[in-house]
């Protein structure tokens, strides 16, 4: 599969929608007149023949690039009317280019027909159900009804678009030794203040990278967690060994800076970086079991129930909106299951 994709928008621009990697992104960055669009989470150049001369002799075989004068995909003025609902409802911009990725497959899969059938949607999702992870079905899924619903106002056919059962899978945890040799094996103080940030607040990848200085109250030993999942805020814990590690990097920091700079002062570091970080950090410490930022976040909510911490209380520092969603981490905690022993161990 092509590295870069590039496909004819309106205005005589091609949208470029990049696999990243730094190579690709640092190649782009060379073309005149481009412009990383926020809405589409892709580049837009001119569409012109210098820029594609240019763009053949950087990519090689790894462009797809449409014939010059090719149109416009001719479903762009479904895929801008849900677009412009998305942002109307506020979807956030991952939202955004998820949904309008599946909608355009839909509509590729059925010729751009606006008189969808039963028989072609559920001949669409079946192909889709057997390619990829049961999230992305699911997101499909999600993608496709708010399409049928709210843009070919076609509610009726939603129950020809079921979401699949639920897995119950149990989340990966690690242990209270596997969490300090983790610790030890990360070397840069910024690196490690920041995997420690993640276990003893349970933070989300994507909060820890936006945390600004400000976001940090020692005082009150607090964290500000702004515009989490559903565009929530909320407070969660700030270890007083995190609070430690931190201070070098707060005592000349402006309140409005990033918590966390990525190599561009003006940005944060990118969601990435941090399972880079993480995931190194494991191999260095020898840790076997599926690692990632969020297995801290699970790890953190696993200890705290088995220090007696109530599940209420675990679900206002999570943010999330239900105890069910918390009462996954009744079913890994060690607190009870220590008390039984093995029949092996009694012969």
Excluded: C
């Amino acid at each position: 599969m092509p590295s870069v994709i590039a496909r004819p928008v309106a205005g005589h621009r091609l949208l470029l929608e990049v696999h990243y990697d730094p190579v690709s992104v640092a190649r782009i960055r060379t073309l005149p007149d481009r412009h990383w669009s926020p809405t589409d989470r892709a580049w837009l150049v001119p569409d012109d023949a210098p820029t594609r001369d240019r763009l053949r002799a950087l990519f090689g075989d790894d462009l797809f690039l449409p014939p010059e004068n090719a149109r416009p995909e001719p479903t762009a003025p479904l895929l801008a009317q849900l677009e412009q609902e998305l942002l109307l409802r506020g979807y956030s911009p991952r939202t955004r280019k998820s949904y309008l990725q599946h909608v355009r497959r839909l509509l590729a899969a059925t010729s751009g027909d606006q008189d969808l059938t039963e028989t072609a949607l559920r001949r669409f999702m079946a192909a889709e159900a057997g390619h990829g992870s049961r999230a992305r079905h699911s997101q499909t899924v999600s993608a496709v009804r708010f399409f049928l619903r709210h843009i070919l106002h076609r509610p009726d056919l939603a129950g020809a678009v079921p979401y699949p059962r639920k897995e119950r899978t149990l989340p990966s945890v690690l242990s209270v030794e596997e969490v300090r040799r983790l610790l030890q094996a990360v070397s840069n103080p910024t690196h490690r203040a920041l995997v420690m940030l993640l276990y003893s607040a349970g933070l989300r990848v994507g909060e820890v990278t936006r945390l600004r200085v400000a976001d940090v109250d020692p005082e009150r030993h607090l964290l500000h967690v702004r515009r989490g999942k559903g565009r929530k805020d909320r407070y969660t814990l700030l270890s007083d060994v995190a609070w430690e590690s931190l201070q070098r990097r707060l005592a000349f920091a402006a309140a409005d800076e990033w918590l966390f700079p990525g190599q561009r002062p003006d940005r944060h570091l990118t969601i990435r970086s941090v399972q880079k970080i993480v995931t190194r950090a494991g191999g260095i410490a020898g840790i076997r079991k599926r690692l990632t930022p969020h297995t801290l976040r699970h790890t953190f909510a696993t200890h705290l129930l088995e220090s007696g911490t109530d599940l209420r209380y675990i679900q206002e520092l999570l943010g999330h909106a239900s105890t069910r969603t918390t009462e996954i981490y009744t079913h890994v905690t060690r607190r009870d299951l220590a008390r039984i022993r093995s029949p092996l161990d009694a012969l």
